[in-house]
């Protein structure tokens, strides 16, 4: 059974850092496609950064040169590195797995900028 769960959380300054961790368990971490997701109140799911089973990143605009995806394969943990944090970052952000044709979400982790 593939289970998520994602950490590191919390509340920061505007200008501050935070790192998230997503746990993964009962999968193969390595040929997974992950990535990190984050829905405001009000607003949609988004995309915030994706890691390739092969190696590649990318990022949303928005986040691009502030956040940093990476992946321990011997953990199995996927992290995100977040700096320069602005109050539009304020949201709960997701851990998503892809294997195959199906995707797996961890419960998210509250993340808010504010002064």
């Known amino acids: 059974q593939v289970q998520l769960v994602e950490s590191g959380g919390g509340l920061v300054q505007p200008g501050g850092s935070l790192r998230l961790s997503c746990a993964a368990s009962?999968?193969?971490?390595?040929?997974?496609?992950m990535g990190w997701y984050r829905q405001a109140p009000g607003k949609q799911r988004e995309l915030v950064a994706i890691?390739?089973?092969?190696?590649?990143?990318n990022y949303a605009d928005s986040v691009r040169g502030r956040f940093t995806i990476s992946r321990d394969a011997v953990k199995n943990t996927l992290y995100l590195q977040m700096n320069s944090l602005k109050p539009d970052d304020t949201a709960v952000y997701y851990c998503?797995?892809?294997?195959?044709?199906?995707?797996?979400w961890g419960q998210g982790t509250q993340v808010t900028v504010s002064p």
């Open positions: 890691s390739t089973s092969g190696g590649s990143t």
């Open positions: 009962g999968m193969r971490f390595s040929i997974s496609a």
């Open positions: 998503k797995a892809t294997l195959g044709w199906v995707d797996y």
